[in-house]
């Protein structure tokens, strides 16, 4: 963990260009920011077909740490949205979700 899936609606999906791009922002968010180990990021991107709301939903899966505040978050949140927008011209919803480690039963 972390996880960070985008769910984009078909025909709308950005280049894969681009898609390398937003995935190298969320690698260091997520490294230094949310001060994640390299190998436990996992970054996915997910055809949709897009019923109502934002063209982009982003959701991200952690693990609870002391050291991830609500200030944090909002950090994270920010800078997300920020390349998210930069990276796809689009306006995302962005939920994060926290586990604590006694919740988390995870294998590789």
């Known amino acids: 963990m972390p996880n960070v899936t985008f769910y984009i609606p078909t025909g709308q999906m950005p280049s894969d260009e681009r898609l390398a791009e937003l995935s190298s922002d969320c690698i260091v968010l997520c490294t230094s920011v949310l001060e994640a ?18 063209p982009v939903f982003a959701e991200i899966q952690y693990r609870l740490e ?32 926290g586990y604590a480690a006694s919740n988390l039963h995870a294998r590789n």
């Open 37 to 54: 180990a390299l190998e436990n990021v996992h970054v996915v991107y997910v055809d949709v077909r897009h019923g109502h709301g934002h």
């Open 66 to 97: 002391t050291f991830r505040t609500p200030s944090v978050m909002n950090q994270f949140m920010e800078a997300l949205d920020d390349a998210i927008a930069h990276r796809t011209g689009f306006t995302a919803r962005i939920r994060c979700f």
